[in-house]
C-alpha cells in the first residue's frame, strides 16, 4: 500500500512540473487596473489595455518573466491604443515585451518616452518593444531634450516600429552604456521604418546614437540591422556609433541628408547597407569614418551628391592625442567590396583638416592626424557622366593603400592613384534606385588581404567563393530586393502613405471673416482665393497647415492692410505651419510685423514663401524669435520697401550651433529703405560638424538700406556655412560692408554690382567660441 501510495504521488507531483502553464490574459480599462494587473503580473501573463485613448499616463511596467514565458503588455487591438498627453513608458525586469501601442499627440513628461529602465538600478534585460507606432511625439519646444527611445540594460530589442517627427533636442534612439550593467549589452535595433525626421537647425538630432563620447570605449556588440531610414534629416549624423563593436547590416538610407557615422569608438562592421540619394539634394552623404578598426563592406551608393562631412565615403583626419569628444585618428580601417553608382567625388580623404585654422583655434583641435594603416581594395566606382575629381585628397593620402578597385567615368581623365583602375563594363536596372553591372568582371585580378576570407556573400547574398568579383554584387539575385516596398519595415497595422482619397480645394473669399472661416476649415494643401480688391485685417491669421493664399487676377494683386497691434503679425507663423503668398500686396503701419513664429511653444517647424508680391511698412517682414525653426524661407520675384527691419533670423545667441532656418532663398527681389537687419541670419559656436545654414541671394537689388544697422554690415551672415551672394545690385546703401563672407566655409559671392555701399570682404577665418 505504502509503495502504491508513493508511486501515486511521484506522478502527481512529476505531472504538475510537466503540465503546460495556463495562459494569463488579464484586461485592463484605466491606468489603476493596468498598475495592478503589472504588479500580480507572473510569467505567460498577457497584459491587454483596451481600445481607446490613454492620456497623462506614466506606465512602470516592471516584471519578471523568463525566455519562454515572457510576461506582455499590448494593446487590445495593435493600433487602437492611443497613448497621449504627458505619458510615458519603463521597463525593468526580465523577459517583458510591449506590443501595439501607439504615441500621438502627447509628449513625454520626462527624458524619454519608452526607456528600458525603471532608474538607474532597475533596469530591462532581454525585454522587447516591438509593432509600435511613435509619431510627433514632441516636447513644447526645440531646446527641450529628450529621446524617444532609450536602451538600458542588456539583449533588448526595438523591431517592426514606426518612429518619425522628432523635431526637438536629442537623439530619436539613444543605447546608453554608462554602468556595467548596460554594457556589452547586445541590444538589437531591427526592421523599423524610422520615417522623416525635420532638420533642427544645429546638433544632437541623430536618429540613432549609439553611446556617448565618456563611454565611447566600452564594448556594445550593437545590431542596427534592415531598418529603413527614410529623410532623416536632423542633422549631418543619422547614425553616430560612438562605442565599440557595433554592426550595421542590410539598411536602407533614403534620401536621409546626413550619413552614418563612426564618430566615437571603434571596430565597427558597417555591411551591406543601401544609400540611396536624390540629384537635387547635396546634404545626402554615406559613410563617414572615425578611429581604429572599421570594416565597411558589401555597401551599395546610388545618387549621393554629399560633400565632404557628407561625402559617399568621408574618411576624416583626427586630432593627435584626441580626447574622447573629439576625432580620433584612422587607423586598420578596411574599405572593400563595395558599389558607388552616379555618386559625385565619392572618395574624400582628410576630411576635416582644418591645419590652416591654427590661428584662432587652440592645438587641441587641429585634425591633422591623417588616415593610416587603411586598405581601400575591390571597389567599383561607376558614372553616366565622368567625374573629374572621383577621389578627393584634402591633405595627404600616403596612409592609404589603393588595391584592385575599378572605375568606369566614361573616359573623363582624373588624377590617378595607383590601385585604381579605369575599365569598360556598363550597368543595368534591377529596380528603382539598383543598378548591378551588366557585364561580367569577374575576371578582374582580386586583392586578398587579411581577413578578406571572411567576406563570404554579397549584398544580395550570393556566395562569394562561386563568383567573385569586385563591388557589392557579384551577379543577379534570385529574388528582387524590393527595397522601396515599405510594408517590409515598421508595423503591419501602420502606412504612414497618403491616400488617394484627398483631394485639394481651392476657397474663394472675398472678406476678413471669410478668409479666417477658410483658414479654419481648409485642409493642409488647400488654396484660398482673394476675390476683392482690399482686406482690412486687424487681427493675425493664425497659420498651422499647408496653406497657399494668392489673388484672383495677377494683374490686379489684392491688398492686405494690416492694421493690429503693434508687435504682431499679420500671419502667425505656427508649428507646422506652411504658408505660400502668391500675387499679394501685403501693407502695415509701420508698428507690426507681416510674419512671425511663435513666441513660445514652436515644438515643431514652419516654412514660408513668398511669390511676385509687395510687402511695405512693417517694423519687420519676419521675426524668427528663439527656439524656431524654419526648413525653408523663400521670396522670389517680391519688393520690400519702406520697413525698419528685414528678414531676421539671429535670435540663437548661445553659440551652441544651433540657427533659426536651415534654408534662406532670394531671389528676383527689391529690398528699398529697409533700415537694419535687411537679412540677419546668425550661427555661432564653433561645432565643425554643422554644414548649415544655407543661404542663397541671386538677381535682387538693395537700395538705400541698411542705415540705422549698427554692425555696418547689410546682409549679416556670421557663422552661416553656405552662402551664395550672385548677380546682386548694392546701391546707395550707407552701410560699411555689404557682407563678411567666411573664406573657409562654402562662401561665394560672384557678378554684384556694388555702388557706394561699403565693401564685400571675405574673411578666411572666422574666430567662434569653442563649444567643447
Same mark, same amino acid.
Given at each position: ?169 536629442? !537623439? ?150 584626441? !580626447? ?118 569577374? %575576371? ?119 492694421? %493690429? ?208
Amino acid at each position: 500500500m505504502k509503495t502504491s501510495l508513493l508511486i501515486i504521488s511521484t506522478a502527481i507531483l512529476f505531472l504538475s512540473f510537466t503540465k503546460s502553464p495556463q495562459k494569463e490574459d488579464i484586461y485592463v480599462k484605466n491606468s489603476t487596473e493596468l498598475n495592478a494587473a503589472i504588479e500580480t503580473a507572473r510569467p505567460g501573463a498577457e497584459i491587454i489595455m483596451a481600445n481607446g485613448n490613454w492620456n497623462d499616463i506614466q506606465i512602470k511596467f516592471v516584471g519578471y518573466g523568463n525566455e519562454k514565458q515572457p510576461i506582455t503588455l499590448r494593446a487590445e487591438t495593435a493600433g487602437k491604443v492611443y497613448i497621449g498627453g504627458q505619458s510615458d513608458l519603463k521597463l525593468g525586469g526580465e523577459y517583458l515585451v510591449v506590443s501595439g501601442l501607439y504615441f500621438t499627440n502627447g509628449a513625454s513628461p520626462s527624458n524619454a518616452v519608452i526607456n528600458f529602465a525603471i532608474n538607474k538600478d532597475t533596469v530591462a534585460n532581454h525585454s522587447r518593444v516591438t509593432n509600435t507606432v511613435i509619431l510627433d511625439y514632441n516636447k513644447a519646444q526645440r531646446n527641450q531634450t529628450d529621446l524617444w527611445v532609450l536602451f538600458n540594460g542588456r539583449y533588448n530589442e526595438l523591431d517592426h516600429c514606426y518612429i518619425a517627427g522628432k523635431s526637438n533636442r536629442g !537623439p530619436t534612439v539613444r543605447i546608453d552604456l554608462a554602468g556595467n550593467k548596460s554594457i556589452k549589452n547586445h541590444h538589437k535595433i531591427h526592421d523599423n521604418y524610422f520615417g522623416p525626421r525635420p532638420p533642427k537647425g544645429g546638433p544632437s538630432a541623430e536618429t540613432i546614437q549609439l553611446g556617448n563620447s565618456y563611454t565611447s570605449m566600452a564594448p556594445s556588440y550593437t545590431v542596427v540591422s534592415n531598418n529603413f531610414f527614410d529623410r532623416c534629416n536632423g542633422e549631418v549624423e543619422i547614425i553616430s556609433s560612438k562605442t565599440n563593436f557595433n554592426e550595421f547590416r542590410n539598411n536602407v538610407f533614403y534620401k536621409s541628408e546626413g550619413s552614418l557615422v563612426t564618430r566615437h569608438g571603434n571596430y565597427c562592421l558597417i555591411d551591406g547597407n543601401y544609400f540611396i540619394g536624390d540629384t537635387d539634394s547635396e546634404q545626402i552623404g554615406g559613410v563617414r569614418l572615425i578611429g581604429t578598426g572599421h570594416w565597411v563592406t558589401n555597401n551599395y551608393f546610388f545618387n549621393l551628391k554629399g560633400k565632404t562631412f557628407r561625402s559617399p565615403l568621408a574618411v576624416m583626419n583626427g586630432i593627435p592625442k584626441s !580626447p574622447l569628444n573629439r576625432y580620433l585618428q584612422v587607423t586598420d580601417v578596411v574599405v572593400a567590396n563595395n558599389s558607388w553608382i552616379n555618386c559625385d567625388s565619392p572618395w574624400q580623404f582628410g576630411v576635416g583638416t582644418n591645419v590652416d585654422q591654427k590661428e584662432i583655434l587652440p592645438l587641441s583641435e587641429i585634425r591633422s592626424a591623417r588616415p593610416i594603416r587603411t586598405i581601400v581594395a575591390n571597389n567599383l566606382i561607376y558614372n553616366d557622366k565622368g567625374d573629374q575629381q572621383p577621389i578627393v585628397a584634402h591633405d595627404s593620402i600616403d596612409g592609404i593603400d589603393f588595391e584592385n578597385n575599378i572605375i568606369n567615368n566614361q573616359g573623363v581623365s582624373f588624377e590617378k592613384v595607383s590601385g585604381l583602375e579605369a575599365k569598360g563594363f556598363t550597368v543595368s536596372e534591377l529596380e528603382e534606385n539598383v543598378f548591378i553591372p551588366a557585364s561580367d568582371i569577374s %575576371g578582374t585580378e582580386l586583392y586578398n588581404g587579411f581577413e578578406f576570407d571572411q567576406i563570404k556573400t554579397d549584398i544580395f547574398g550570393n556566395f562569394r567563393e562561386d563568383k567573385n568579383s569586385v563591388g557589392a554584387i557579384v551577379e543577379t539575385p534570385s529574388e528582387k530586393p524590393n527595397l522601396m516596398d515599405r510594408s517590409q519595415y515598421g508595423p503591419d497595422w501602420f502606412t504612414s502613405e497618403a491616400t488617394n482619397s484627398v483631394v485639394n480645394k481651392t476657397h474663394s473669399v472675398g472678406s476678413v471673416s471669410q478668409i479666417t472661416k477658410a483658414i479654419q476649415k481648409a485642409k493642409s494643401g488647400d488654396t484660398i482665393v482673394l476675390t476683392s480688391n482690399r482686406y482690412k485685417l486687424k487681427t493675425p491669421l493664425k497659420i498651422e497647415k499647408d496653406l497657399t493664399i494668392r489673388s484672383e487676377d495677377k494683374s490686379k494683386k489684392a491688398i492686405i492692410q494690416y492694421n %493690429g497691434q503693434e508687435k504682431t503679425p499679420a500671419f502667425e507663423m505656427n508649428p507646422k505651419g506652411e504658408l505660400t503668398l502668391i500675387d499679394l500686396i501685403l501693407k502695415g503701419t509701420g508698428e507690426q510685423y507681416a510674419f512671425a513664429s511663435l513666441k513660445n511653444n514652436m515644438s515643431s517647424l514652419y516654412n514660408l514663401s513668398v511669390v511676385d508680391s509687395k510687402i511695405s511698412d512693417f517694423d519687420y517682414v519676419l521675426k524668427a524669435y528663439k527656439l524656431s525653426f524654419s526648413e525653408y524661407i523663400k521670396f522670389k520675384s517680391t519688393a520690400i520697401t519702406n520697413c525698419a527691419n528685414g528678414i531676421e533670423l539671429s535670435e540663437e545667441t548661445d553659440d551652441r550651433g544651433e540657427y533659426n532656418a536651415e534654408n534662406i532663398l532670394i531671389n528676383a527681389c527689391q529690398f528699398k529703405e529697409v533700415g537694419k537687419n535687411v537679412i540677419d541670419y546668425y550661427r555661432g559656436g564653433y561645432d565643425e560638424s554643422t554644414v548649415g545654414g544655407n543661404l542663397v541671394v541671386t538677381n535682387s537689388s538693395f537700395t538705400k538700406c541698411g542705415a540705422q544697422e549698427e554692425d555696418g554690415v547689410l546682409l549679416n551672415t556670421y557663422g552661416i556655412i553656405n552662402v551664395e551672394l550672385s548677380g546682386n545690385k548694392f546701391l546707395d546703401n550707407p552701410v560699411k560692408f555689404v557682407a563678411r563672407l567666411w573664406g573657409a566655409k562654402n562662401n561665394t559671392h560672384s557678378n554684384n554690382e556694388i555702388k557706394n555701399s561699403g565693401e564685400l570682404i571675405v574673411e578666411e577665418n572666422l574666430p567662434l567660441k569653442l563649444m567643447y
